[in-house]
């Protein structure tokens, strides 16, 4: 008893409650100070367990049974509740509750336990109070649109808002304790750092921009961010506030306003009015179009510009476009304070609010003074001889293709003359360009002054004219003997002598003309055959005018298709070679001539002296000479293998166009590689014909030749002008006695001395003669006698496929 009472007078002591539940008698005892926290004094207090649970806050009750229960059972080792109370006088208070067992049962049980009790209200609402302050905060920083953090001064996170959880795509409990090396990577966390640092280092706000990807959905802000240095009372830095703001709206509208404005100021003239008209701005290119500087123009009417030019239903159609499609342009023309009246293109579009009423119109203007006059520039560039002035191709096919429409439904009759000047290039390569466009020039003018107003004269090109007479006659016979007189005029007028700066010059030309007298004709078909008629008009002697007649146009179409046939037969191989026999003084055969022959499928064998010409008119001749050349080199190589005809030597005819090929002299060599045939044995057969231009280059290729060990004939030789200063330095061989001097030998005594002079000329030079055509015994044995020293013809054999000329050989 007497500790007992010791120890109520100990607890009364103390400055927190205290109580003590005898669990085996159900009593409390509860000291003084508990009485007081619970609002109760002492005598009125009841000694048991409902004094303790009435005074629970309901709301709290079962959390704290459920605390008592758990220490009963053993659960916990002592008894802790923090919880509210309502006290006698009806407050609220919180309490922290404690309690041990000081006695137990012999199952070990508690029978009594001794608790206390403080009144925690205080501590509770300050500590509620701080909950509620940090919940608004939170709440603050969230609701900010901003990224929001705050730093450690080393750069650890230590707090930080949700819009800025997204930029690392973690919670925030995720990413306070870490710095931003574990989030992005290792440059740009350098350069937060070094943002931070600067910031720290700074007693002003810094202030960055920069573009930031967000790792939760990876989409990019271009952030402006400021941060702040954090001091503690002492004036420490205790960390960084960093705010970033997105500004790529903001940005990309001043991006916006900058190029408007750069777009204002461009190179086209502007103006901005108010809905009334009135100028409220101009650029600077307004200026300089116009004259005016903008306080001249601010506050008037764009009407100050107008000139005469263009009348009240122009602007009428112009604002009526405005009004109803809300802009319009087009040329105009305008005046500029100088009083100049210039044309400009202008658009005018109307601005319209939300609303759809227009507040302002902004006018856009070019000058286009300059453009109209390179328009024209263009035109005479393009429809124009920039020579002579003349309409070109295409302007005159145009005029053409109307003149054959007029004449088609008036039935007048009219004429196409095709001019070419005869040998105009001898001008050109003797005194030069500048001297044939003067020529050329003179040529328009006269040709010009042939025909009449109405009549169309055009250059196509090089010293080609053409005239297009339009009206000539209802019939034709009259239209065509007017054209012959115009053409004729022309010849005569042509071929006056032409002032040539220092020069005199005469030229002829030939003239071709077609009438155009049906509908149906179209303006290529009419150039076509006035150039053939032009052709045919070169081929009598030049300085002559011919009319297409329909037999040149039969001959035309029949060159078109043995053309194309040509390349199919090249493609296919066609051709065969022939070989004619050539024989010397003693009647041994000392080789032969290749001869092309070319058996068509369907029009049989056709003479090389009809597709070769045309072959070489088109660059055929290339595909066509080389294959001669590999066939021949290919029939000597197997010559050479045979005793009796390894020393035949085999002449192979070259053109002109491929002589002068720049690979000849290699396909040559490598073809004779190829076969590795004596290049001896070969014999390039010229003509004569191939002297008359570049003689230099003709002279270096067959010296590059020969020294390859090939030889040279000199074919058809007596028909043309080869001058023996040139013969002596051309490394030749062989010359070829043309067979039409052969053909009269026994008759004519000009072939006779003809040939007698060759002859000595090759003697004199050092140079084999050889005859051709000899096909009497009569012109062998004239021949024999006067030098001759080989023959060649259809009397000692004619040319034949490589088995009858090799059967021939035998016998
Ligand atoms: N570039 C090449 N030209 C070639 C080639 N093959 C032939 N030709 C040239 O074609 C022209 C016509 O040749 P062709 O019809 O073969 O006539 C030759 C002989 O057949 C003919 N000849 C020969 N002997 C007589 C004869 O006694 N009487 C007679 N009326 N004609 C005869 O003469 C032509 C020989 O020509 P050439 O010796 O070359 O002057 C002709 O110009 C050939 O050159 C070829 O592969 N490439």
């Known amino acids: 008893m007497e500790t007992e009472n010791r120890w109520r007078f100990a607890i009364e002591g103390t400055s927190d409650g205290v109580w003590d539940w005898n669990l085996e008698t159900n009593k409390t005892y509860y000291s003084s100070k508990w009485a007081e926290i619970h609002g109760l004094s002492n005598d009125i207090i009841n000694n048991d367990m409902v004094t303790w649970e009435s005074n629970i806050?309901?709301?709290?009750?079962?959390?704290?049974?459920?605390?008592?229960?758990?220490?009963?059972?053993?659960?916990?080792?002592?008894?802790?509740?923090?919880?509210?109370?309502?006290?006698?006088?009806?407050?609220?208070?919180?309490?922290?509750?404690?309690?041990?067992?000081?006695?137990?049962?012999?199952?070990?049980?508690?029978?009594?336990?001794?608790?206390?009790?403080?009144?925690?209200?205080?501590?509770?609402?300050?500590?509620?109070?701080?909950?509620?302050?940090?919940?608004?905060?939170?709440?603050?920083?969230?609701?900010?649109?901003?990224?929001?953090?705050?730093?450690?001064?080393?750069?650890?996170?230590?707090?930080?808002?949700?819009?800025f959880e997204k930029f690392f795509g973690k919670k925030e409990s995720e990413i306070v304790g870490k710095t931003d090396y574990d989030f992005?990577?290792?440059?740009?966390?350098?350069?937060?750092?070094?943002?931070?640092?600067?910031?720290?280092?700074?007693?002003?706000?810094?202030?960055?921009?920069?573009?930031?990807?967000?790792?939760?959905?990876?989409?990019?802000?271009?952030?402006?961010?400021?941060?702040?240095?954090?001091?503690?009372?002492?004036?420490?830095?205790?960390?960084?506030?960093?705010?970033?703001?997105?500004?790529?709206?903001r940005k990309s509208i001043e991006n916006e306003l900058k190029i408007s404005a750069y777009v204002f100021e461009a190179q086209e003239g502007m103006i901005v009015t108010d809905a009334n008209n009135i100028i409220l701005r101009?650029?600077?290119?307004?200026?300089?179009?116009?004259?005016?500087?903008a306080t001249e123009v601010i506050g008037k009417n764009p009407r100050i510009l107008s000139s005469s030019k263009n009348n009240a239903d122009f602007y009428r159609a112009m604002w009526e476009s405005i009004t109803n499609k809300g802009s319009w342009s087009g040329e105009i023309w305008n005046r500029r304070k100088n009083g100049e009246i210039y044309p400009e293109y202008l658009t005018i579009t109307a601005v319209k609010d939300q609303h759809g009423t227009v507040t302002n119109y902004v006018a856009t203007m070019a000058d286009i003074t300059s453009n109209k006059a390179a328009a024209k520039e263009i035109e005479i560039l393009a429809f124009y001889d920039p020579l002579t002035h003349l309409p070109n191709r295409r302007l005159f096919i145009d005029r053409l293709s109307h003149a054959l429409a007029s004449s088609a439904r008036s039935q007048s009759k009219g004429a196409l003359l095709f001019i070419d000047l005869d040998n105009f290039k001898n001008l050109n390569d003797s005194l030069g360009h500048a001297v044939g466009d003067m020529l050329l020039l003179h040529v328009a003018e006269r040709l010009n002054s042939c025909v009449r107003e109405g009549d169309t004269v055009a250059r196509l090109g090089g010293d080609e004219f053409v005239i297009t007479l339009e009206d000539l006659s209802l019939q034709l016979d009259e239209a065509a003997s007017k054209t012959k007189l115009i053409g004729e005029k022309i010849l005569q007028r042509l071929s006056q002598p032409y002032n040539l700066g220092e020069y005199e010059y005469q030229i002829t030309c030939s003239i071709g003309a077609a009438l155009f007298h049906h509908h149906e004709q179209s303006q290529d078909e009419l150039l076509k055959q006035a150039d053939i008629a032009m052709y045919q008009a070169k081929k009598l002697g030049r300085n002559a005018i011919c009319f297409f007649d329909p037999e040149m146009q039969t001959s035309i179409n029949a060159r078109v298709e043995l053309e194309r046939d040509l390349n199919i037969a090249i493609n296919e191989q066609q051709f065969q070679l022939y070989y004619q026999i050539q024989l010397d003084s003693h009647g041994q055969a000392i080789g032969a001539e290749a001869?092309?022959?070319?058996?068509?499928?369907?029009?049989?064998?056709?003479?090389?002296?009809?597709?070769?010409?045309?072959?070489?008119?088109?660059?055929?001749?290339?595909?066509?000479?080389?294959?001669?050349?590999?066939?021949?080199?290919?029939?000597?190589?197997?010559?050479?293998?045979?005793?009796?005809?390894?020393?035949?030597?085999?002449?192979?005819?070259?053109?002109?166009?491929?002589?002068?090929?720049?690979?000849?002299?290699?396909?040559?060599?490598?073809?004779?590689?190829?076969?590795?045939?004596?290049?001896?044995?070969?014999?390039?057969?010229?003509?004569?014909?191939?002297?008359?231009?570049?003689?230099?280059?003709?002279?270096?290729?067959?010296?590059?030749?020969?020294?390859?060990?090939?030889?040279?004939?000199?074919?058809?030789?007596?028909?043309?002008?080869?001058?023996?200063?040139?013969?002596?330095?051309?490394?030749?061989?062989?010359?070829?006695?043309?067979?039409?001097?052969?053909?009269?030998?026994?008759?004519?005594?000009?072939?006779?001395?003809?040939?007698?002079?060759?002859?000595?000329?090759?003697?004199?030079?050092?140079?084999?003669?050889?005859?051709?055509?000899?096909?009497?015994?009569?012109?062998?044995?004239?021949?024999?006698?006067?030098?001759?020293?080989?023959?060649?013809?259809?009397?000692?054999?004619?040319?034949?496929?490589?088995?009858?000329?090799e059967s021939a050989l035998k016998s």
């Open 184 to 249: 992005v990577d290792i440059m740009l966390a350098d350069s937060f750092r070094e943002n931070d640092k600067k910031a720290m280092a700074s007693s002003v706000p810094c202030i960055n921009e920069e573009w930031i990807t967000f790792a939760d959905d990876g989409h990019s802000e271009l952030l402006e961010t400021t941060k702040t240095a954090i001091y503690d009372e002492q004036g420490n830095v205790t960390g960084v506030l960093g705010i970033s703001h997105d500004i790529t709206e």
């Open 57 to 163: 806050h309901p709301e709290d009750k079962p959390c704290v049974f459920s605390s008592v229960h758990d220490y009963l059972n053993n659960k916990t080792k002592t008894y802790i509740s923090e919880h509210r109370i309502i006290d006698h006088n009806g407050n609220t208070k919180w309490i922290l509750e404690q309690g041990v067992a000081v006695a137990r049962n012999s199952a070990g049980e508690p029978t009594r336990i001794i608790g206390v009790l403080r009144d925690t209200t205080e501590h509770q609402l300050s500590r509620h109070a701080l909950q509620d302050s940090e919940s608004r905060l939170r709440g603050l920083l969230t609701a900010i649109p901003d990224l929001v953090w705050l730093k450690s001064p080393d750069g650890i996170y230590l707090t930080c808002n949700s819009r």
């Open 595 to 805: 001869l092309i022959r070319w058996p068509h499928p369907e029009m049989g064998l056709i003479s090389p002296a009809k597709f070769i010409p045309l072959a070489e008119e088109n660059d055929l001749i290339i595909p066509i000479g080389s294959w001669v050349l590999d066939t021949a080199c290919a029939q000597l190589k197997q010559w050479q293998q045979n005793a009796r005809t390894q020393d035949l030597v085999l002449s192979v005819n070259v053109s002109a166009k491929q002589l002068h090929q720049v690979d000849f002299t290699s396909t040559v060599k490598n073809t004779i590689d190829k076969y590795a045939i004596n290049p001896n044995l070969l014999k390039l057969e010229i003509t004569e014909s191939m002297l008359l231009n570049s003689i230099e280059d003709t002279i270096s290729i067959m010296s590059r030749l020969q020294t390859t060990g090939v030889r040279f004939s000199l074919d058809d030789f007596g028909t043309g002008y080869s001058s023996l200063q040139y013969l002596k330095r051309l490394p030749l061989n062989q010359l070829k006695i043309d067979q039409s001097f052969v053909r009269d030998i026994t008759v004519d005594e000009s072939n006779r001395v003809i040939i007698r002079t060759i002859i000595a000329m090759a003697q004199s030079l050092g140079l084999e003669t050889i005859a051709e055509g000899v096909e009497t015994e009569a012109q062998r044995a004239y021949l024999l006698n006067n030098g001759c020293t080989h023959f060649q013809g259809y009397l000692l054999g004619k040319p034949l496929p490589i088995h009858e000329f």
């Open 282 to 293: 101009v650029n600077h290119a307004f200026t300089a179009i116009t004259g005016y500087s």
